[in-house]
RNA sequence: GCUCGCUUAACUCAGUGGUAGAGUGUCCGCUUCACACGCGGGAAGUCGUAGGUUCAAAUCCUACAGCGAGCACCA
């Protein structure tokens, strides 16, 4: 056979997914059954600048192995993939690019910086779904989406313009999150809150009139917006300043009186109980210039740079130089009570990293509320989003909705979707779909378009829908819409899967998904997150190359929703589980000349051995297993069932056993029918290890004997027209006629006796290749009736050349025993192998434990309250037990005696 | 400050109201005709601490400790 000893993951990735995706078979149209149910998954866009991470490489296999499962299982399944345009950090990079041309976007203008970032995303913008490819993805490329493409732009613009004409949207004053590196506004998502050690100033303001010797004191992170005060509030209760309330303080350095005022928002127990209030550049102080009615003094631009407005000293610094030179100032005044040390939570650009520079600018924003009471319905009547896990996430999108504030959308960048709002010379403006529109609306042709576009978000909000058509009625949407479920990180929960509920809810009526999967994260070795600045991250496709993939999406599928910690001893144990599986087949291929997969266990039911039908009992309890765990999206307990199933049942006893059989002369039908059984159950298995092991399976399928015949293909019927892909094979399902509970218990004695034979062999160190004489004593006569016709087996796992079996257990005083379940005793006559002190304190040793056990379970049958209050069945299991260990010590008791 | 999660074998993690499991590592023995990325056998855990509920708690409840996450923050 040219079928080599190992493994060799690469080979089976090259080989295989260009042909799935030529022959369509990620294309839902491949289900020909009009009454099929349908399945899909949005896939959560990916950064078209970015690279997979494992982040992705963890959702994609959770999708990858939902789509594959329900395929198989006959649904009419879409998985649409596609990638996000993400504003910021393509205009950052495509900005970073051009510097090293000694170019900034402005030399090029707008128009011919969108081209180049156009001409950038044609370069690079595959570079992610390539890397998807890899991943074994069975995504429907053909109805790949780009969050900028025709379609979704158009979907966009009628989504704004519907908002607006609802009245959702708006445009208005209000202080904004301003980036002062990437130069636009930012919505509170996008700022991340991180605490930062600093200084707290506490400057003394001279009270108007007092000569300079009454003062108030007020405590400050940002000396420097000192210049804009325009008030200094205390609250109204507090003593220490109630006279002064109505008065006014010379505010140093600018010359300019401001009153000080009673608010609520001062906590009199807090400072010094007087705050120092700025509305033009602090949202708390903004919202109490508000109330009265303070005047704005913008001390600072949009570069955070001191404007005239602060003063001649201060004009063009930054704020940080203007905040040393405020302090030095307020010290050579013998103004500055103190300056000490603080630990304060700061506001940062997620984009930047900068210090958001809080500013009231005119920009565009929605209104959240009807949208959100909408979403919060729909959790309240029908549970819907459903979340897994259901904790914390339920919970917390509940509560962020509660809470929602209006919504920034507009960004003063140039990549992304220009507002579709005009303005008229005289200051009107026009929202309309498209130019002409506006023109019409306006009665003139002298419109200026917004020059400001979306928020990426607005654009992804609507990716449930905008992907399969909308505005237009297809029926791509009436099919896929509502999704099945979204798989996607945690971080995004209120930045994209809340906002893609709310405009569902409002453009089509119904939730963009039923259930959301959101996924653990991927930690590394030392439970740190991965992040480029640590840079310790770790690059799926070095694992793929290393391990493969298969055996990557093992480590992931079994991560799911739990945190996992990246170690490639992990991932090595599943490359040894596809060498295992590979090998497997490798045995069953050497040997399957005349043999055929698709054997039928129902059919030939009394000519199976005890192995065959426990083997078939097994591998149907799994795949039960499989699709119950799936479709609780519990993947680590399918990943587990699978892996033992085939490592231990199927290869280390089945397999094992087989080989008798297997072994039998050439063209003996004995040998025929043992292959072709063991043949069709690894052609099963391998179909229930498709969705997580995409490659090996096909692979291996594929060499199968008979798979690829046209007549003899188990293809699912709603593919019978399809070229044979494992693919498109059956998923397996619990067939009751296969599940033989008998086989099952019976196999597991001749298991237990084979196991203790072997322990008795592993601790007398007696060579493996010493055949040994077994003797097995059992009053019961179904017992000696199992372990009599299991001879060949037991002889051969156990290698013994001699197997007795009585009712009484009669065996030299020379030989190592042991106790079986069910009263059975096996002995192991080992003249002069046997230390007969040591033997008496093995067995004695073994007698302790059991007594032990046997002790408690009685102590507990005794106990009035057990036995009146546990349920029957408990009792029964309980009592059986205790039957059983005394039967065992019954038994070692003789067996020390025995020994003499 | 509030909310949530985690704490189980040396390590990484499953798990369940009824006498503790896996993978890796470790120890012993193996060129057993698919596989040394393997085969057989073994050792190893007061299931974070303290209470409570229960016939029975590692599992449910309460408090505490440690770790982590999210939200909100007072100048």
């Known amino acids: 056979m040219e079928i080599p000893k190992q493994y060799d993951s690469r080979q089976s990735e090259q080989d295989h997914y260009a042909r799935w995706e030529a022959e369509g078979c990620f294309k839902p149209e491949a289900n020909r059954d009009p009454e099929a149910p349908v399945f899909s998954i949005a896939i959560p866009p990916p950064n078209v600048t970015g690279n997979l991470h494992l982040g992705h490489a963890l959702q994609h296999t959770l999708m990858d192995i939902l789509a594959r499962h329900k395929r198989m299982s006959g649904y009419k399944t879409l998985w649409l993939p596609g990638t996000d345009h993400a504003g910021i950090s393509t205009q950052l990079m495509v900005t970073r690019q051009l510097k090293g041309e000694g170019l900034t976007p402005q030399d090029l203008g707008r128009e011919k910086f969108i081209e180049r970032v156009w001409q950038w995303k044609r370069e690079y913008g595959g570079v992610i779904t390539n890397q998807m490819r890899r991943e074994g993805a069975s995504v429907d490329w053909s109805r790949e989406r780009f969050t900028m493409d025709a379609g979704l732009s158009r979907a966009v613009r009628e989504v704004f313009v519907r908002l607006y004409e609802a009245g959702f949207i708006y445009r208005g004053d209000r202080m904004v999150n301003w980036d002062t590196v990437a130069q636009t506004v930012l919505s509170d998502l996008e700022v991340e809150k991180k605490t930062q050690k600093g200084k707290l100033t506490y400057l003394r303001y001279p009270v108007t009139g007092s000569d300079g010797q009454e003062f108030i004191v007020v405590a400050t992170t940002r000396p420097e917006t000192m210049l804009g005060d325009t008030a200094v509030a205390v609250n109204a209760d507090d003593e220490r300043y109630k006279n002064l309330i109505g008065k006014t303080i010379d505010l140093p350095l600018t010359g300019r009186q401001v009153p000080i005022i009673a608010d609520e928002y001062v906590d009199p127990t807090f400072g010094t109980g007087a705050v120092k209030i700025t509305p033009a550049h602090d949202p708390n102080d903004y919202e109490i210039g508000e109330r009265h009615n303070l ?31 405020v302090i030095t100032r307020f010290d050579e005044l013998g103004l500055l009570e103190k300056n000490e040390d603080y630990e304060f939570a700061i506001s940062l650009s997620e984009r930047s990293k900068v210090p958001i520079e809080p500013l009231v600018m005119t920009q565009w924003f929605c209104r959240m509320d009807a949208m959100r009471d909408k979403a919060l319905n729909l959790m309240r009547d ?32 140039w990549w992304g979707h220009q507002i579709p709002a005009w303005f008229a010379e005289d200051g009107r403006v026009f929202v309309a779909r498209t130019y002409e529109e506006a023109q019409a609306q306006a009665g003139t042709d002298k419109l200026t378009q917004d020059p400001d576009v979306l928020d990426t978000w ?80 770790v690059d799926p496709l070095d694992v793929f190359d290393k391990y493969g993939v298969d055996a990557t999406r093992l480590v992931l599928a079994n991560a799911g929703a739990t945190d ?41 039911k009394n000519e199976l051995t005890l192995h065959d039908r426990w083997c078939v009992t097994r591998l149907n309890k799994v795949a039960g297993q499989v699709n119950d765990s799936l479709s609780r999206y519990q993947f680590h307990e399918a990943v587990y069932a699978l892996y033992h199933f085939f490592w231990d049942d199927f290869c280390d006893w089945y397999i094992e056993l087989s080989k ?36 090996i399976t096909e692979d291996l399928w594929r060499r199968l004997p008979g798979t690829l015949d046209a007549g003899s293909t188990v293809l699912h019927p709603a593919y019978s027209d399809s070229q044979p892909t494992i693919m498109l094979t059956a998923f397996p399902v619990a067939d009751k006629l296969l599940i033989d509970e008998a086989a099952e218990s019976e196999m597991n004695t001749v298991i237990e006796l084979i196991s203790r034979v072997r322990t008795i062999r592993a601790e007398l160190n007696i060579k493996p290749s010493e055949q040994l004489t077994v003797i097995v ?61 040591k033997e008496r304190a093995r067995l004695s040793r073994e007698m302790e434990k059991l007594s032990g056990e046997a002790e408690r379970g009685k102590a507990q049958l005794t106990n009035p309250n057990f036995a009146g209050r546990a349920p029957q069945e408990k009792v029964d299991e309980l009592k059986a037990k205790v039957a059983d260990t005394e039967q065992r010590i019954a038994g070692l008791k003789i067996m020390v005696e025995a020994l003499g």
């Open 295 to 325: 005047p704005h003094i913008v001390i600072m631009d949009k570069h955070a740079h001191m404007t005239e407005a602060a003063g001649a000293d201060f004009v063009g610094l930054d704020r940080f130089e203007a905040r040393e030179k």
């Open 382 to 413: 029908e549970g819907l989003p459903r979340f897994t896990p259901e904790n914390p996430y339920g919970k917390v999108y509940t509560e962020w909705l509660e809470n929602l504030r209006d919504w920034t959308i507009s960004r003063q960048l």
């Open 458 to 537: 607005f654009s992804s909000a609507l990716w449930s829908f905008s992907t399969l058509g909308f505005p237009d009625d297809t029926e791509d949407l009436r099919t896929f819409h509502p999704t099945s479920v979204l798989v996607t990180a945690r971080d995004i929960v209120f930045l994209w899967v809340s906002r893609m509920v709310m405009t569902s809810l409002e453009f089509l009526d119904e939730p963009p998904f039923r259930d959301v999967f959101i996924t653990g994260t991927v930690l590394d070795k030392n439970g740190q997150r991965m992040s480029k600045t640590k840079g310790n991250g």
């Open 564 to 604: 996992t910690r990246w170690s490639d001893t992990q991932v090595e144990s599943y490359r040894n589980f596809a060498n295992k599986i590979w090998n497997a087949a490798r045995f069953c291929l050497m040997n399957s000349e005349g043999a055929t997969i698709g054997y039928d266990f129902v059919r030939h």
């Open 660 to 695: 008798r059989d297997v072994s039998a002369p050439e063209d003996s039908p004995a040998r025929r029918e043992a292959v072709s059984r063991a043949l069709s159950i690894l052609e099963v298995a391998l179909r229930l290890l498709h969705p997580f092991m995409p490659y």
């Open 777 to 837: 004593g059992a009053q019961d006569a179904n017992l000696r009736q199992v372990i009599s016709t299991n001879e060949a087996s037991i002889k051969r796992l156990a290698r013994a050349s001699e197997l007795k079996v009585d009712e009484r257990l009669d065996a030299p005083r020379a030989s190592a025993r042991a106790v079986l379940g069910g009263g059975a005793e096996v002995a192991v006559p080992l003249e002069g192998l046997i230390d007969f002190e």
